[in-house]
């Protein structure tokens, strides 16, 4: 077993929600003002981001396993079918570009990605390294979607906070190691706690774990 598994699978944060807690926390987000959907798994969850974004809008995807294992990272930047700008930013120069990147990268049209954790009271917590995908995600961008796995449902804020310290950071400095050959970090974190404007941003909730 490699380290990356050892850590996936042990802890408390692996398990799917109960349908219970799921139509919980579904019921929280849409009384904080987010769209919230419960799917049944990530083949679901792949055709309903392909309704929810028109053909030709720009799109920001984070660097979300969901999003890659359930392959609507693929989907929207790779498919030819979008204005992706993930592609687009990874073809810049960091340094000359460092601008229009950040331009790019903040006020997307859609930005689709996963979470760290949701709270059965509604609240959605997401982590960073670079901090440079959360300004889209907490209003930069005009639509959000995020696709998030049953084993993310959390009971409250404390917990959300201890699953992203013990359960998903481990997992991302795996791969962070074994990608770009450099630690991960939490530098920054997002809590959305509401959405001021109603409508904005639609959570899809799946009855399976996916991603970590």
């Known amino acids: 077993m490699n380290d990356f598994q050892a850590i996936a699978d042990r802890g408390e944060f692996t ?13 929280a987000l849409r009384a904080n003002g987010f769209g919230a959907e419960i799917l049944d798994d990530a083949k679901a969850a792949r055709a309903r981001v392909g309704e929810l974004i028109p053909e030709g809008a720009g799109v920001l995807t984070g660097a979300s396993e969901t999003l890659r294992l359930s392959g609507i990272d693929d989907d929207l930047n790779a498919s030819g079918r979008y204005d992706a700008v993930r592609p687009r930013v990874l073809a810049m120069d960091r340094v000359t570009d460092a601008d229009e990147i950040r331009r790019l990268v903040a006020v997307p049209e859609f930005v689709v990605n996963s979470v760290a954790a949701v709270t ?24 959000a979607v995020w696709v998030v796995g049953a084993q993310k449902v959390v009971p409250d804020l404390s917990t959300a906070l201890r699953r992203v310290e013990e359960h998903a950071l481990p997992l991302e400095d795996v791969r962070a190691r074994a990608v770009y050959g450099v630690p991960s970090a939490v530098n920054r ?12 941003g639609t959570v899809l909730l799946l009855r399976e774990a996916v991603g970590y």
């Open 189 to 200: 974190l997002l809590v959305l706690n509401a959405d001021p404007r109603p409508g904005r």
């Open 120 to 143: 059965e009271t509604g609240s959605l917590v997401l982590a960073s390294g670079s901090g440079s995908q959360l300004p889209a995600n907490a209003g930069g961008a005009g639509h």
């Open 15 to 27: 398990d799917p929600a109960s349908p219970e807690r799921l139509e919980r926390a579904a019921a």
